[in-house]
């Protein structure tokens, strides 16, 4: 028995301390795949790892890391020198040694450069005679769709028209992966791509010559907190120049054709080291029930505090004067936000990062108007022979107002939680975008590949939570409101 002991002391340690490291992601293909190349490097070191997808922008991934959310991510040199330093055209040495001081490390290239380009159908650029960038300045007439990012980056789409002297009267931000679908459509005529998109041979397309070379190298490495276990930071190195620009766009496409980005990882470790790895696809209903369980953990505990919230501001606001237009004038500001700018407000700020917290924040944020608008509205337009006679009553303020006031305006406020509950349910699907999960992660992911049946795995439970939640609202209402009192 003692020996059993023993062994139970020294072997609980390992268990409850396990070594845990996260890895991040941008929102596209490429970004995926490499995080979980990552994840499984870390994994075989002997790591507990968490891959936070699809987090969105540089701006967001980077605020992650810097702040602690995450332990690193795939980074590429053109866009830490241009984007994070604002030095361009530093060596991957003088990075280095710039972003030491901000605690945060730089593995050796991972072997490709993965450059932004200008993309056109092949058949529209030939009969054009369009094949470098400078020849779009004889065709103001085309229509270009570069994505948010690249739209205003210092190494991005303004920037290259100007250094290009081009000028185009038809420029629309369009998402990445839907931006290769309006280009295959004939919809638009030109979009930025990275230089190892699978969808480049997919769907047949020319990347028009740099012939000015305005845009910087982009070799891929992995960014990292020096806070990260040395192990874990020699696990990552394992991968340093095993990738070529072939290779990256091999498994690009082998992404988008498994719509699995574990596979491609698979195929990485098959064609490196001859190592078979296996790929354990988590059952459909099993993804589905965590991403609903999230989803509603991030709306039940964000309208819970609107409602905590929100009636009692509502209270405050039904009597007129500055503090009624204080109130409602500023709920009705943090409405006019949008909601992914919210999220991102939030991401730099202390205590926030990428975390449930942030999402939770920003979404009793956007719950607040409706609930504090409708309990005003419901209180003040209560009929002034009721509040007179209540008064008649003699009850005290905080009577009068929990036994009279409120019940009375209790159709009206349970009519503002309803509209917030389902406002609520659409808006958490955002909350995917700083890898709080929900049923946004397979819209994000579908989005980043194309993959419409992808998409509609999110967004039709998405929509069906949204009914289900109305529904429930009815009932309530039918089973805590007076016959008389209901809402004709």
């Not at 330093?85 to 710039?98: A, F, N, T, V």
């Not at 058949?123 to 085309?142: F, M, V, Y």
């Not at 929100?310 to 500023?330: C, K, M, Q, T």
């Not at 049923?439 to 929509?463: H, K, M, T, W, Y």
Request: charged share 20%; net charge neutral; proline share 4%.
């Amino acid at each position: 028995m003692r020996p059993f002991l023993l062994l139970l002391m020294l072997v609980l340690p390992c268990l409850c301390f396990a070594e845990s490291a996260v890895v991040g992601s941008k929102k596209f293909t490429e970004s995926y795949v490499l995080g979980e190349i990552a994840k499984k490097v870390l994994e075989d070191a002997g790591f507990s790892v968490e891959h936070k997808q699809g987090m969105g922008n540089t701006s967001i991934v980077w605020s992650a890391i810097s702040g602690g959310s995450i332990d690193t991510y795939v980074e590429y040199t053109g866009t830490l020198a241009e984007e994070i330093l604002k030095k361009p055209g530093i060596s991957l040495d003088q990075i280095r040694s710039e972003l030491a001081g901000q605690g945060i490390g730089v593995s050796g290239e991972l072997g490709f450069n993965n450059t932004y380009a200008l993309a056109m159908k092949r058949e529209r650029a030939a009969a054009l005679g369009i094949t470098k960038i400078s020849d779009l300045k004889n065709h103001p007439e085309l229509k270009a769709g570069p994505t948010h990012e690249f739209l205003d980056r210092a190494d991005g789409w303004k920037k290259v028209m100007a250094e290009y002297g081009i000028q185009l009267a038809d420029v629309r931000a369009i998402d990445h992966g839907l931006g290769y679908t309006a280009l295959n459509s004939g919809e638009i005529d030109i979009k930025d791509c990275y230089s190892t998109d699978a969808q480049i041979a997919k769907f047949g397309l020319t990347v028009l010559e740099d012939d000015r070379q305005f845009f910087p190298t982009y070799k891929a490495v992995f960014v990292y907190r020096q806070t990260l276990d040395p192990k874990a930071v020699a696990a990552l190195e394992t991968v340093v120049g095993t990738i070529d620009e072939s290779f990256m766009s091999r498994l690009n496409a082998k992404a988008d054709e498994t719509k699995n980005y574990s596979e491609a990882a698979a195929m990485y470790f098959t064609e490196v080291s001859g190592r078979k790895v296996k790929v354990q696809e988590e059952p459909f209903v099993e993804k589905l029930a965590g991403w609903v369980g999230k989803h509603l953990y991030l709306v039940g505990v964000s309208l819970l505090l609107a409602v905590l919230v929100g009636v009692p501001l509502g209270i405050a606001a039904a009597r007129p004067g500055r503090l009624s237009s204080f109130i409602l004038g500023g709920t009705g500001v943090i409405q006019t936000i949008p909601s992914l700018a919210l999220i991102a407000l939030l991401v730099p700020i202390p205590f926030f990062g990428i975390t449930d917290s942030t999402a939770i924040t920003a979404l009793f944020l956007y719950s607040l108007l409706p609930i504090v608008r409708n309990t005003a509205i419901g209180l003040s337009t209560i009929p002034l022979p009721l509040r007179e006679s209540a008064e008649v009553l003699g009850l005290e303020s905080g009577a009068m107002l929990g036994k009279i006031y409120l019940p009375l305006a209790l159709p009206t406020i349970l009519a503002g939680i309803k509209t917030s509950a389902v406002i609520c349910v659409g808006t958490a699907t955002l909350a995917a975008l700083i890898g709080a999960g929900g049923l946004g992660e397979p819209i994000i992911s579908g989005l980043s590949r194309n993959d419409n049946i992808a998409v509609l795995q999110g967004a039709i439970p998405a929509a069906l939570l949204a009914i289900v939640v109305q529904l429930l609202f009815d009932a309530l209402e039918r089973a805590v409101v007076p016959a008389g009192l209901r809402r004709k």
